[in-house]
């Protein structure tokens, strides 16, 4: 292997998350015999087949309130995710599921909202 | 030379420094989460917290395990599939990917499923988004 490919795998295997990284230093700890059986066994990765997406018309709703009031209240919130029904802030706070959870017990219906920090930028998209 | 278009639905979107988002729903079995969503057309997939993930009632990690390109690295992820209504758009059975981990704490909003079947229009300086549906 090049030096050239070893720095890219390298730099690639150091972007992996803890408990992949504790698999492949099990893997390449094995004997080499082990090893390549275990190479001979790993699959292929074969291109997603999604299923087909089928489109149909619905009644919209209506979030031009909850909309209004996120326009104008949202900014006090940074960080933090919000559960608006209305002109009615439900609950609010850093977890999603604990807000979610909060505004789901009152029994309205609501939206959902995460409010940017103000020192995040979003530095581009996610692809496979 | 100039081209026009015109589209039957027209969304508010709210903005920040982060991003453009505009609210949708998302289902699966009678579950559903209405939430605002970062629009994000360079993302392949849309993007769920876990949380989300396990809100909607599905079993995060028996989804098809799907890594993420990012421009920080690799984002483990599990394949789901779920409804996803945009205005009086539904779209059944869009590929979503749920986050493995809790850090991932926003909803984006990619390209697969719905882009492909749409026109889209984005007037930032007006605060809207506008839609048709492809060919209609």
Same mark, same amino acid.
Request: proline letters at 4%; one cysteine or more.
């Given at each position: 292997m090049s030096s050239v490919a070893f720095d890219q795998l390298r730099d690639r295997l150091l972007k992996l998350p803890p408990d992949i990284i504790r698999t492949l230093r099990a893997a390449l700890e094995l004997e080499s015999k082990d090893r390549q059986k275990l190479l001979d066994e790993l699959p292929d990765q074969q291109p997603v087949q999604h299923r087909e997406v089928k489109v149909r018309r619905v009644k919209p709703r209506d979030y031009s309130?909850?909309?209004?009031?996120?326009?104008?209240?949202?900014?006090?919130y940074r960080g933090q995710h919000l559960a608006v029904s209305g002109d009615d802030l439900l609950a609010h706070g850093p977890d999603f599921g604990e807000v979610f959870d909060r505004a789901k017990a009152t029994g309205k219906k609501f939206l959902m909202d995460y409010?940017?920090?103000?020192?995040?930028?979003w530095g581009g998209g996610l692809w496979l | 030379m100039?081209?026009? *278009?015109? *589209?039957?639905? =027209?969304?508010?979107?709210?903005?920040?420094?982060?991003?453009l =988002?505009?609210?949708?729903?998302?289902? /699966?079995?009678?579950?559903? /989460?209405?939430a605002n969503a970062y629009l994000d057309i360079g993302a392949?997939?849309?993007?769920?917290? #876990?949380?989300?993930?396990? =809100?909607?009632?599905?079993?995060?990690?028996?989804?098809?395990?799907?890594?993420? #390109?990012?421009?920080?690295?690799?984002?483990?992820? *599990?394949?789901?599939?779920?409804?996803?209504? /945009?205005?009086?758009?539904?779209f059944e059975d869009v590929p979503i990917c749920v986050?493995?981990?809790?850090?991932?704490? #926003? /909803?984006?909003?990619? =390209?697969?499923?719905?882009?492909?079947k749409v026109r889209l229009n984005l007037v930032v300086y007006e605060d809207s988004l506008y839609l048709n549906l492809h060919g209609q």
């Amino acid at each position: 292997m090049s030096s050239v490919a070893f720095d890219q795998l390298r730099d690639r295997l150091l972007k992996l998350p803890p408990d992949i990284i504790r698999t492949l230093r099990a893997a390449l700890e094995l004997e080499s015999k082990d090893r390549q059986k275990l190479l001979d066994e790993l699959p292929d990765q074969q291109p997603v087949q999604h299923r087909e997406v089928k489109v149909r018309r619905v009644k919209p709703r209506d979030y031009s309130k909850e909309l209004k009031w996120l326009r104008e209240n949202a900014h006090l919130y940074r960080g933090q995710h919000l559960a608006v029904s209305g002109d009615d802030l439900l609950a609010h706070g850093p977890d999603f599921g604990e807000v979610f959870d909060r505004a789901k017990a009152t029994g309205k219906k609501f939206l959902m909202d995460y409010v940017a920090r103000e020192d995040e930028v979003w530095g581009g998209g996610l692809w496979l | 030379m100039s081209w026009d *278009f015109s *589209f039957s639905i =027209r969304m508010e979107i709210v903005q920040d420094q982060f991003g453009l =988002r505009l609210p949708i729903t998302l289902s /699966i079995a009678g579950q559903e /989460i209405e939430a605002n969503a970062y629009l994000d057309i360079g993302a392949t997939y849309c993007v769920l917290p #876990r949380e989300a993930g396990e =809100r909607l009632g599905l079993d995060v990690e028996a989804g098809e395990p799907t890594s993420l #390109r990012t421009g920080g690295g690799q984002m483990p992820t *599990f394949l789901h599939y779920a409804n996803l209504t /945009i205005d009086e758009l539904s779209f059944e059975d869009v590929p979503i990917c749920v986050a493995k981990y809790q850090e991932f704490d #926003r /909803i984006l909003l990619g =390209r697969a499923g719905w882009l492909q079947k749409v026109r889209l229009n984005l007037v930032v300086y007006e605060d809207s988004l506008y839609l048709n549906l492809h060919g209609q």
